[in-house]
């Protein structure tokens, strides 16, 4: 993924945060996060794991796996997660885990949420994640669209509300890993995928006893 995101040789990597929650390697996961990403948001799973949310909100595989994730957890990378916030923004751009509106929970999945979700906030381009699935929703014309790889947005033609995707998990029936590629100094955003090896990682996260839901969705992208 990140040889993928090198090819295009960006100024910056930014995420969008639930860095850890359901994959296997937790701890490895922050460290590359920790020394690659120039910036970084936390997610309702990351505070989950850190004990700031409660687990009884969360679906029973999705809260077995936060707390096998709390237990292995090292200190390093749990002072990571615990810097880091659910909402930022860098260069004019508005950055939240999940919308303006509420940059922990919200879900926007929906053309009416994502047009309110704009109105709450004067960024011209707004990410967010949580969803897991690639989106983009231009104030313009209010339309929300699947991301589809290789599509591009100008940036110049209104406000945008874009998803880049999920890395890890991705929810749209396409298992490759999900990115979004922003040029700023053009005025577009590609949104790009990448494969990778599924199979391994259904493996470790059997061999650490975690859900076998999180790993079966995997191959299906859902």
Do not use: K
């Amino acid at each position: 993924m990140l040889a993928s995101i090198g090819r295009d040789a960006p100024d910056e990597l930014w995420c969008l945060g639930d860095l850890v929650g359901y994959g296997p390697r937790p701890n490895r996961c922050c460290a590359v996060v920790a020394e690659r990403a120039d910036v970084c948001l936390i997610g309702n799973h990351d505070l989950a794991v850190l004990g700031r949310i409660d687990l009884e909100v969360f679906a029973p595989d999705a809260a077995e796996s936060a707390l096998w994730t709390a237990g292995v957890l090292e200190a390093e990378p749990r002072a990571f997660l615990e810097s880091l916030a659910p909402q930022g923004a860098r260069d004019g751009v508005g950055l939240f885990h999940a919308s303006p509106r509420d940059p922990v929970w919200e879900y926007v999945l929906s053309s009416d949420v994502a047009q309110a979700a704009l109105a709450a906030t004067e960024h011209g381009v707004v990410l967010v994640g949580h969803s897991h699935v690639a989106l983009r929703f231009g104030l313009q014309d209010g339309t929300l669209a699947l991301g589809a790889e290789g599509s591009e947005v100008e940036l110049a033609r209104g406000r945008w509300l874009l998803n880049p995707g999920s890395v890890g998990q991705p929810r749209d029936g396409d298992p490759r890993a999900a990115w979004l590629l922003l040029d700023l100094d053009a005025g577009r955003a590609i949104f790009r995928r990448e494969p990778y090896d599924i199979a391994r990682t259904q493996a470790e996260i059997r061999e650490r006893g975690l859900p076998e839901p999180l790993a079966a969705r995997l191959g299906h992208g859902i």
